[in-house]
């Protein structure tokens, strides 16, 4: 078995559980931008949301990356309607993005990580590789990582290789000694196997592996990371 270096990690669904924040982070948006525009809203159905979210992205395609752009754009197309002011509608937009932010980082961390970066801080280089616009410096994980890099910074969404490439460029650790982390079988596990990235799947809904016939080490409880891993490898 190689000997690893680097341990790089995904965020959502693999420190935390995202769809128990992410959905109160948008009623909590809703109810704050009726509250602070005095206007009721109609938000539509999750269709026309996501009807929304792909129309916009169709017209710019920086928007499958920038999560920020897309949610502020996606608000406009909520708001525009109450404002004359270009200037004024921006500056609301800006503020409603920063408490939908604030929102989206009230993560409760699955039980155990925080422990086992610890440990495994001491030990090795320690990556975050996210999709999503989570930010550890705002979760106090910040100092457990050599670097972050998210999909703004990789112009790219996992599973293509640039935030796996983009980790071998800052680390200068080659990526068979490295391993790479996270739940979702194909922009974690697939996406670091097609670059020879050694790999341990976060299964906490104990799925089945279904891509090949050939599943990844897992696991579902963060108290059994550093066992699994030295068990694995060096
Ligand atoms: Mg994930």
Redesign the pocket.
């Known amino acids: 078995m190689p000997k690893i270096k680097l341990i790089t990690f995904?965020?959502?669904?693999?420190f935390w559980d995202?769809r128990s924040v992410i959905f109160p982070a948008e009623i909590n948006s809703r109810k704050w931008i009726e509250t602070t525009l005095g206007e009721k809203i109609d938000w539509g159905s999750l269709d026309n949301f996501m009807n929304i979210r792909n129309y916009l992205i169709s017209t710019d395609s920086s928007l499958e990356y920038d999560l920020g752009k897309l949610r502020k754009k996606i608000v406009e197309h909520y708001v525009h309607p109450y404002f004359d002011n270009k200037t004024a509608q921006k500056a609301f937009i800006n503020e409603a993005y920063a408490h939908f932010l604030k929102e989206r980082h009230k993560v409760v961390f699955f039980s155990g990580v925080t422990k086992a970066l610890k440990e495994l801080n001491k030990h090795y280089m320690l990556g975050v590789l996210?999709?999503?616009n989570a930010d550890v410096n705002l979760l106090g994980l910040g100092h457990f990582f050599n670097f972050s890099i998210s999909s703004m910074d990789a112009k790219s969404n996992k599973p293509n290789p640039t935030h796996f490439e983009m980790a071998k460029e800052i680390s200068g650790i080659a990526f068979q000694n490295t391993l790479h982390v996270?739940?979702?079988p194909i922009?974690?596990i697939r996406g670091a196997r097609d670059l020879g990235i050694n790999t341990i799947w976060f299964n906490f809904k104990n799925n089945p592996w279904e891509l090949d016939k050939n599943p990844p080490i897992e696991f579902n409880q963060w108290s059994e990371f550093i066992n699994l891993l030295s068990s694995n490898y060096d």
């Open positions: 995904d965020l959502d669904d693999t995202i996210t999709n999503g996270g739940d979702h922009n974690d």
